[in-house]
């Protein structure tokens, strides 16, 4: 399984984003997937999830800013953010958790986002 997050960038405090991951790996049935976020210095942090039966969880700091969809067995997914801030610069990662012949979790490399005050 190969993940590639891509849509990062530079942007305005109050500005939007989004964020798309491409996974591949047809054999590999996906339970969750979502989104972490690291920032300089700080621990990697979880942003929002989506499970194949479309439960979602986001975190408390970016309710309500941030929107994840996707599709599980289409193998799509997706972070729409709005109302950017400052603080919501950092390094972004997708991941995806299922199972092939076995249960494991992938992530991809990462896309920079930078928001400037």
């Known amino acids: 399984v190969q993940l590639q997050a891509s849509g990062g960038g530079w942007v305005q405090s109050g500005g939007s984003l989004k964020l798309s991951c491409g996974i591949s790996g047809s054999t590999f049935e996906i339970y969750v997937m979502g989104w972490h976020r690291q920032a300089p210095g700080k621990q990697r942090e979880l942003v929002a999830l989506i499970s194949n039966t479309g439960s979602i969880n986001t975190a408390d700091s970016v309710k309500g800013r941030f929107t994840i969809s996707g599709n599980t067995v289409r193998k799509t997914l997706y972070l729409q953010m709005e109302s950017l801030k400052p603080e919501d610069t950092a390094v972004y990662y997708c991941?995806?958790?299922?199972?092939?012949?076995?249960?494991?979790?992938?992530w991809g490399q990462g896309t920079q986002v930078t928001v400037s005050s």
């Open positions: 991941y995806v958790y299922g199972r092939d012949t076995s249960w494991s979790s992938f």
